[in-house]
């Protein structure tokens, strides 16, 4: 198996203004073991730019248009992030799968133009609470991740992350077995859809409830290759801790 670089991804959702982030970025010890990246808001991306650069840090979006420009009021294109100093967008967070009805083939239509744009991805996919008890998992997230990713998308450009939808902002974490079974499902996909070298070596990131006492079991899984991180990347003590579980 191929050996891939961990990816420690804080997800700020709508928490955050200037004074916040600008004590927050030169506190993260990014360090060289994983590429630890921050997905602001939209209006602190210019701001974070600069200090993301000086810490090491990397710099994304929570969500994209699918249009490269025009009459769309309110939202914002990949160029427009590439010019903030973004160089990662998150799509299809169960949040905005379900705040605003977002389709995997919405999802799939801003990821193919943010690549297009030169961004790279994260496609977020997840069952429910519902779907896990009827043990339909594997079935709701194959589906996600086919119908998400687009034609353009390969193991440099595009990672996937796994969101227990019943996990996020719970407290409530799937276990590392869990988690590992679908990770490894999500490869399995993966490498009959793309290639198998594809699959290899594309990284798929676990989110819901990652905190640093979990963390070094979670990301010690053969299919953990990082973590997307909601509520423990607004405390730079809880973030650098789960930096810091990576091996
Ligand atoms: P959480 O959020 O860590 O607060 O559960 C994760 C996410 O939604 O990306």
Redesign the pocket.
């Known amino acids: 198996m191929r050996s891939r670089k961990k990816m420690i991804a804080g997800?700020w959702?709508m928490n955050m203004t200037a004074e916040g982030a600008l004590a927050l970025i030169p506190a993260i010890a990014a360090g060289d073991a994983a590429d630890v990246l921050i997905c602001p808001p939209f209006t602190l991306l210019h701001l974070a730019a600069q200090e993301a650069a000086r810490a090491g840090v990397l710099l994304g979006a929570q969500d994209v248009s699918r249009y490269p420009m025009g009459a769309h009021t309110g939202d914002i294109s990949a160029e427009q992030l590439r010019d903030a100093g973004c160089q990662w967008v998150i799509l299809g967070?169960?949040?905005r799968r379900i705040d605003h009805d977002e389709s995997s083939a919405e999802v799939c239509h801003k990821a193919e133009a943010a690549i297009k744009a030169g961004l790279q991805i994260i496609i977020?996919v997840g069952e429910t609470l519902r779907e896990r008890e009827l043990d339909q998992q594997n079935v709701v997230v194959e589906k996600q991740v086919l119908d998400s990713m687009p034609d353009n998308a390969d193991a440099r450009n595009c990672v996937f992350?796994y969101?227990p939808v019943w996990?996020?902002?719970?407290g409530q974490t799937a276990t590392a077995e869990q988690a590992q079974a679908m990770h490894k499902f999500i490869r399995s996909v993966i490498a009959d859809e793309l290639t198998p070298q594809a699959a290899d070596y594309m990284r798929i990131l676990y989110?819901?409830?990652?905190k640093p006492d979990n963390a070094a079991e979670l990301l010690g899984q053969p299919d953990i290759d990082g973590g997307?991180?909601?509520?423990?990347?607004l405390k730079a003590d809880q973030f650098n801790a789960i930096i810091a579980a990576v091996k």
Do not use: F, R, Y
Not at 167 to 170: F, L, N, R, W
């Open positions: 997800n959702k967070h169960s949040e977020c992350a969101e996990a996020i902002g719970t989110g819901g409830s990652m997307l991180i909601g509520g423990a990347a």
